[in-house]
């Protein structure tokens, strides 16, 4: 059992930063990958950066490469998102993943969500 919660999310303006972080309390024992996917409105959910148990892998969805990097810290519980150059098409809800490698929408464990808001 794993359960994630995020943080950072909120209202940015173009060209600006924010910084998301996702800590896992993991019952048991094991690590995993983790990652980031995002859903905005009448769009499906797309990964936007993974990165592997290890911290040795890391996979980026192609509209957000060179802007956005994914870290994982020392004890391999909590990731980051660092997000540059925002854009309003960055806008969604972004959740965070665990799971294995590589990360799928569709299994795994999920945070409860923290938007982003990119305007003026």
């Known amino acids: 059992q794993v359960q994630l919660v995020e943080s950072g999310g909120g209202l940015v303006q173009p060209g600006g930063s924010l910084r998301l972080s996702c800590a896992a309390t993991?019952?048991?024992?094991?690590?995993?990958?983790m990652g980031w996917f995002r859903q905005a409105p009448g769009k499906e959910r797309e990964l936007v950066a993974a990165i592997s148990d290890s911290g040795e892998y890391t996979n980026y969805g192609d509209s957000v490469k060179g802007r956005f990097t994914i870290t994982k810290d020392i004890a391999r519980t909590t990731i980051y998102l660092q997000m540059n150059r925002l854009q309003a098409a960055d806008t969604a809800v972004y959740y965070c993943n665990a799971g294995p490698w590589p990360l799928r929408p569709i299994r795994g464990y999920w945070g409860q969500g923290t938007q982003v808001t990119v305007s003026a």
């Open positions: 993991i019952s048991g024992s094991g690590f995993y990958a």
